[in-house]
T-cell receptor
């Protein structure tokens, strides 16, 4: 089972920052937090990942709390094309990546 | 940007027929995966493959399924005798390593299988 908890859905106005929260209270010390998104029925798209420090790339920023029990994915200026299901995933041992239900983000004009 | 490519994008097959879904992983990647997503449901792990053998598989990946890397570039998923419940989007994926820091998994666009 997925080790993360995310809201089922969120709305965001176009041009505003979208902040997507994720709880992973049972994360172990050397597990990374990964974020993917899935637009309609396309393949999951990698966004960003991190261990302890905040991370930023051309797509998003990842803020991880000091206790690592939660994180927030930030899309700084959401566009209509960012409407998707966003998955927060904690890498488990071995090869499996377990996808939860994710957060369905609706970006509205 | 390197990407995982999959063929066919959509296949319709009759129940009981064999199906082979093909994938070309990212060229320098060493770990290969298949996932599936039944319409409206979660993305589910099926199998991982490394060094020409299965590394891990889920309970979904029963004897009807098999994977193969027939040459240096392709990675295939075979469903021996398809059932209606095999209708789903099948995603191939690959990663450079399995170490957590380098284990970013990149997915293809999927092959939509419809069993009738």
């Amino acid at each position: 089972d997925a080790k993360t908890t995310q809201p089922t859905s969120m709305d965001c106005a176009e041009g505003r920052a979208a902040n997507l929260p994720c709880n992973h209270s049972t994360i172990s010390g050397n597990e990374y937090v990964y974020w993917y998104r899935q637009i309609h029925s396309q393949g999951p798209q990698y966004i960003i990942h991190g261990l302890k420090n905040n991370e930023t790339n051309e797509m998003a920023s990842l803020i991880i709390t000091e206790d690592r029990k939660s994180s927030t994915l930030i899309l700084p200026h959401a566009t209509l094309r960012d409407t998707a299901v966003y998955y927060c995933i904690v890498r488990v041992e071995g090869f499996k990546t377990i996808f939860g239900a994710g957060t369905r983000l609706f970006v509205k004009a | 940007e390197p990407e995982v490519t999959q063929t066919p994008s959509h296949q319709v097959t009759q129940m009981g027929q064999e199906v082979i879904l093909r994938c070309v992983p990212i060229s320098n990647h060493l770990y290969f995966y298949w996932y599936r997503q039944i319409l409206g449901q979660k993305v589910e792990f099926l199998v991982s493959f490394y060094n020409n053998e299965i590394s891990e598989k889920s309970e979904i990946f029963d004897d009807q399924f098999s994977v193969e890397r027939p040459d240096g570039s392709n990675f295939t998923l075979k469903i021996r005798s398809t059932k209606l419940e095999d209708s789903a989007m099948y995603f191939c994926a690959s990663s450079l390593s399995r170490g957590r820091s380098g284990n970013t998994i990149y997915f293809g666009e999927g092959s939509w299988l419809t069993v009738v």
